[in-house]
């Protein structure tokens, strides 16, 4: 993805986050060179949990059909390594037939939210043995706290306010029926050791850097 690009969806997504009166931390809204100038020892957790605007086309170049932005907006970790805090929470943007791809987690249980928008879409399938695609057993979800059985593949719609909970190894993608605001509440989020996507792909884009940084992702917190 062009740099130029990625700055153009963070302006439209901030617009449309203001729209749907949702709004972030204030380190969300710093400029980059607002960020070189902060003491990096106060910002430890947002550096280290990898806090903050994450955009993604999965090295695909395909943004608007098979990719998504994300902003984590807490995120913990074990007491061990320095932050008792089990938990994570997300807040995404899917344009109208954008797809986040098919994909499972070894370890994080999510919820999975519409906050408000269009229609949110997501198709399912239990994980077999050697992590195929079950296509014998019924997929057992709770949406909304009510147990919920979908065949192999199927579909489940959720309008704004419904949310699904997302088992271990189950695997799942979901797009927009128009842009929706969607949210994630879940364990501690690693995607870095803790995706696994049908297809393989990388997780995190390619940048070409063809204009400065307007706010910085994820990925460039290591150039601080």
């Known amino acids: 993805m062009k740099r130029s690009e990625i700055n153009q969806i963070i302006r439209n997504a901030d617009a449309y986050l203001k729209k749907m009166n949702f709004y972030l ?5 710093w ?16 550096l280290t949990k990898e806090m903050g605007w994450d955009i993604t086309d999965f090295a695909l170049d ?7 932005l994300l902003f984590t907006i807490r995120n913990g970790s074990t007491p061990e ?18 797809k986040c791809l098919l994909h ?25 043995a050697d992590e195929q695609l079950d296509q014998k057993n019924p997929v ?24 699904v909970t997302l088992p271990q190894r189950n695997y799942h993608s979901f797009w927009g029926d128009g842009k929706v605001l969607v949210g ?31 706010r910085p992702m994820i990925g460039d917190y290591k150039n601080l």
């Not at 395909?62 to 998504?68: P, S």
Request: aromatic share 14%; net charge negative.
């Open 25 to 29: 931390p204030e380190w969300a809204y």
């Open 62 to 68: 395909d943004f608007y059909h098979r990719g998504m």
């Open 184 to 214: 994630e509440v879940s364990k501690v989020n690693d995607d870095h050791t803790d995706n696994r996507f049908f297809d393989p792909i990388p997780r995190f884009p390619k940048v070409i850097e063809d204009e400065p940084i307007f």
């Open 81 to 98: 390594t320095g932050y008792d805090k089990p938990y994570c929470e997300k807040i995404m943007i899917l344009e109208d037939g954008q």
């Open 31 to 46: 400029d980059w060179e607002t960020w070189k100038k902060k003491d990096r020892s106060s910002l430890h957790e947002i």
């Open 140 to 163: 057992i979800l709770y949406v909304d706290g009510i147990r919920t059985e979908i065949e192999p593949g199927g579909i489940l719609s959720l309008v704004p306010g419904q949310s």
């Open 104 to 128: 499972f987690h070894w370890d994080k249980v999510e919820d999975i939210i519409n906050r408000g928008g269009g229609t949110l879409k997501l198709q399912f399938y239990n994980a077999t």
